[in-house]
């Protein structure tokens, strides 16, 4: 067994190694192994010199907690079946956490498969979704026509879209902070399954919302909507009821501050909380100072266990804004790299995660000190790969 970056060679065995695993066929497989594979960010697992596991760390930045940082978003973790149960996928992602932290990367992100599996090492859900499965009576009483709705085309709009979204995420944290590539991507897959997307423009004629959706079955899927202000949010709802003869059930993957719910004319339908993207910190030390330059932090000292990246276990104690790893000396709060990425992530308060059993504290006034290094956040992404 031999693990490597993938040959340029190897890209058809990859392509072929994703279609068996994860289902996919054209037009979109051959599309995203022309616009979004890099040989350069795959790693392989070989047996003979044959690829049979391999996954993708794709390169995007991130908005988190104000600042702009380069991550990696983890994608097509897939192996062959003749060589499971070896462990290859294991060997695979540990590989995966030296080559990001050596690029600088500080987090990571990943959709999962299955949430326990990666939860082993180290990575732990952050994002959720408000997932609503509603009768379209239900939209009547958050709905408002308002301005100017027509479809988008993605050329002429790309500005005015970028704007809307940059303002959309403005006040979330962990959202993807999408490029005009990224745009383009998206448009493209949507467009695979049938999708279409309008923009509503204000009364001066600014594009204020969009909506990408589609419509199956007679059901209306919203599969994102982006807005600046509450009345684009009512205009892109109106436009959604508007469509009552076409369908009868919305579906919605609403961010988790969404209040939609509070407004339903029947609100007793399916509203869950759907769990989402996963997330995991390479590099403690670095994380903490960012965090330091973000937040007032008071002295305090915090110690991780990662048993797959030596650099992150030990005992880190900030003192005037500075970090500094003092190995295995007791610390105010103790916990696992898995709460310790949520922590950061802002997706749990400490006093949450103590109370949970997820976090040890020597005292009460160490969870009350880290409730200020570690705040709760609105965390978002929509993002698939």
Same mark, same amino acid.
């Given at each position: 067994m031999?693990?490597?970056?993938?040959?340029?060679?190897d890209?058809?065995?990859?392509k072929?190694?994703?279609?068996?695993?994860?289902?996919?066929?054209?037009?979109?497989?051959?599309?995203?192994?022309?616009?979004?594979?890099?040989?350069?960010?795959?790693?392989?697992?070989?047996?003979?010199?044959?690829?049979?596991?391999?996954?993708?760390?794709?390169?995007y930045?991130?908005?988190?907690?104000?600042?702009?940082?380069?991550?990696?978003?983890?994608?097509?973790a897939?192996?062959?079946?003749?060589?499971r149960?070896k462990r290859?996928?294991? %060997?695979l992602l540990?590989?995966s956490?030296?080559?990001?932290?050596k690029r600088?990367?500080?987090?990571?992100?990943?959709?999962?498969f299955?949430?326990?599996?990666?939860r082993?090492?180290g @990575?732990?859900?952050?994002?959720?979704?408000k997932?609503?499965k509603?009768?379209?009576?239900?939209?009547?009483p958050?709905?408002?026509?308002?301005?100017?709705?027509?479809?988008?085309?993605?050329?002429s709009d790309?500005?005015?879209?970028?704007?809307?979204?940059?303002?959309?995420?403005?006040?979330?944290?962990?959202?993807?902070v999408?490029s005009?590539?990224?745009?383009r991507?998206?448009?493209?897959?949507?467009?695979?399954?049938?999708?279409?997307?309008?923009?509503?423009?204000?009364?001066?004629?600014?594009p204020?919302?969009?909506?990408l959706?589609?419509?199956?079955?007679?059901?209306?899927?919203?599969?994102?909507?982006?807005?600046?202000n509450?009345?684009?949010?009512?205009?892109l709802?109106?436009?959604?009821?508007?469509?009552?003869?076409?369908?009868?059930?919305?579906? @919605?993957?609403a961010?988790?501050d969404?209040?939609?719910?509070?407004?339903?004319?029947?609100?007793?339908r399916?509203i869950?909380?759907?769990?989402?993207v996963?997330?995991r910190?390479?590099?403690?030390?670095?994380?903490?100072?960012?965090?330091?330059?973000?937040?007032?932090v008071?002295?305090?000292?915090i110690k991780?266990?990662d048993?797959?990246?030596v650099?992150n276990t030990?005992t880190?104690?900030?003192?005037c804004?500075?970090?500094?790893?003092?190995g295995?000396?007791? %610390?105010?709060?103790?916990?696992?790299?898995?709460t310790?990425?949520?922590?950061?992530?802002?997706?749990i308060?400490?006093?949450?995660?103590?109370?949970?059993?997820?976090?040890?504290?020597?005292?009460?006034?160490?969870?009350?000190?880290a409730?200020?290094?570690?705040?709760?956040c609105?965390?978002?992404i929509?993002?698939?790969?």
């Amino acid at each position: 067994m031999e693990i490597r970056f993938a040959d340029v060679e190897d890209k058809i065995k990859v392509k072929e190694m994703w279609s068996y695993c994860f289902g996919d066929k054209d037009p979109f497989l051959s599309w995203y192994f022309q616009e979004k594979y890099s040989a350069a960010n795959t790693l392989v697992v070989y047996e003979d010199s044959v690829p049979v596991s391999s996954l993708q760390m794709l390169p995007y930045k991130l908005n988190f907690h104000g600042k702009v940082i380069d991550i990696s978003y983890i994608v097509g973790a897939a192996t062959l079946p003749e060589a499971r149960g070896k462990r290859y996928m294991e %060997a695979l992602l540990k590989k995966s956490i030296e080559v990001m932290h050596k690029r600088g990367n500080i987090i990571n992100i990943l959709l999962p498969f299955q949430y326990d599996f990666y939860r082993k090492y180290g @990575w732990e859900t952050c994002y959720y979704h408000k997932f609503y499965k509603i009768e379209m009576p239900d939209l009547k009483p958050l709905t408002k026509k308002y301005g100017k709705l027509r479809p988008v085309n993605i050329d002429s709009d790309m500005d005015a879209i970028m704007k809307i979204y940059a303002k959309f995420i403005a006040d979330k944290n962990g959202s993807i902070v999408r490029s005009d590539k990224d745009w383009r991507s998206i448009y493209t897959d949507h467009s695979f399954e049938g999708g279409a997307a309008y923009l509503v423009e204000g009364e001066e004629g600014v594009p204020e919302g969009y909506i990408l959706y589609s419509i199956h079955s007679g059901v209306f899927n919203i599969h994102e909507m982006g807005y600046t202000n509450r009345e684009a949010y009512r205009g892109l709802l109106w436009f959604v009821f508007s469509h009552s003869a076409q369908a009868q059930k919305i579906t @919605w993957k609403a961010p988790m501050d969404d209040m939609a719910f509070v407004l339903l004319s029947e609100p007793r339908r399916d509203i869950v909380l759907s769990p989402f993207v996963m997330a995991r910190v390479l590099d403690v030390e670095k994380i903490l100072e960012l965090l330091c330059g973000v937040v007032e932090v008071p002295d305090i000292s915090i110690k991780v266990q990662d048993p797959l990246a030596v650099w992150n276990t030990g005992t880190f104690n900030i003192c005037c804004g500075k970090i500094a790893n003092e190995g295995n000396r007791q %610390a105010g709060l103790e916990c696992s790299m898995n709460t310790f990425s949520q922590l950061v992530m802002g997706f749990i308060s400490p006093v949450q995660a103590y109370h949970l059993g997820m976090l040890q504290a020597q005292s009460m006034k160490d969870i009350e000190k880290a409730n200020k290094l570690f705040p709760l956040c609105n965390n978002f992404i929509n993002d698939y790969y």
